[in-house]
C-alpha cells in the first residue's frame, strides 16, 4: 500500500463511520417504517466497511482498527464536513446520501484499479454492496426531483460534496464533529486503557 492510498483509505474510512452514525440516527423517526430499516441497514453497511478499510490502514500502521476508529481526537479524522452534518431535515438527509453515494462511487472505482491486490479485492466488495445504497439513493432523488426543498438540499450540498473527491480541499470540520464524537468514543473512553472488548 502506498501512502497516498493509505491516505485516501483513512479518508474513505472516516467517512463511512461518522455518516454511518449520523444515517442511524434516522432509526425511529424516519419518514416511513420501510426508511427506518433502510437507513439503519445503510448505517450499518457503513459501519461495516469502515471497519474493514481501518483494518488494512492499522497493519500498515501498527495498531488496531478500534484505536484508529475511536482514539484519535477529532481533529486527527480525516472525513469531510458534509458527513459530519446532523441533518434532520429529510430532503436534506437524502440530499447527503445522493451526493455521498455518487461520490463514493468515484472513489471506489480508483480503489478497485489499486495494484495490491487486497485493496482491489475490498473495493470491489464494498462497491457491490454500496449498489444498494446507490439505487436506494436513485430511488428518493427520483421521488424528490422537482421539489423545492429537495433542490435547495442539493445546492447548499453539492459544493460540500466536492470535498469528498478532493483531499486537498479537506481542512476544518464542523462545529458538530466534536459532539459526535463525544458520543462515537463515551464508552470505549469510560473504560481503562486496555481493556480488551
Known amino acids: ?26 432509526t425511529g423517526i424516519a419518514p416511513m417504517l420501510e426508511e427506518d430499516v433502510a437507513f439503519s441497514s445503510i448505517a450499518q453497511n457503513e459501519i ?40 434532520l431535515d429529510w430532503a436534506q438527509t437524502i440530499a447527503r446520501h445522493y451526493l455521498y453515494e455518487e ?10 484499479r489499486s495494484d495490491d491486490p487486497e485493496i482491489a479485492g475490498l473495493a470491489a466488495k464494498i462497491d ?3 449498489a444498494y445504497h446507490r439505487i436506494h439513493a436513485q430511488m428518493w432523488f427520483d421521488r ?5 426543498r429537495f433542490a435547495a438540499a442539493l445546492a447548499e450540498l453539492r459544493p460540500q460534496a466536492a470535498v469528498l473527491l478532493d483531499s486537498e480541499l479537506r481542512g476544518a470540520h464542523t462545529p458538530e464533529l466534536p459532539e459526535l464524537w463525544n458520543e462515537m468514543t463515551m464508552v470505549r473512553r469510560s473504560q481503562p486503557a486496555g481493556t480488551k472488548w
Open 1 to 26: 500500500m502506498n501512502e497516498l492510498e493509505q491516505k485516501l483509505i483513512l479518508e474513505i474510512a472516516d467517512d463511512e463511520l461518522v455518516l454511518g452514525w449520523r444515517d442511524s440516527e434516522w
Open 144 to 148: 424528490l426531483q422537482g421539489e423545492p
Open 128 to 130: 457491490r454492496e454500496e
Open 103 to 112: 461520490a463514493d462511487a468515484i472513489r471506489l472505482e480508483r480503489l478497485k
Open 48 to 87: 461495516g466497511h469502515a471497519r474493514a478499510l481501518y483494518e488494512l490502514v492499522a497493519r500498515e500502521l501498527g495498531t488496531t482498527a478500534d484505536e484508529l476508529a475511536f482514539d484519535r481526537s477529532p481533529d486527527e479524522y480525516r472525513c469531510a464536513p458534509i458527513v459530519e452534518l446532523r441533518l
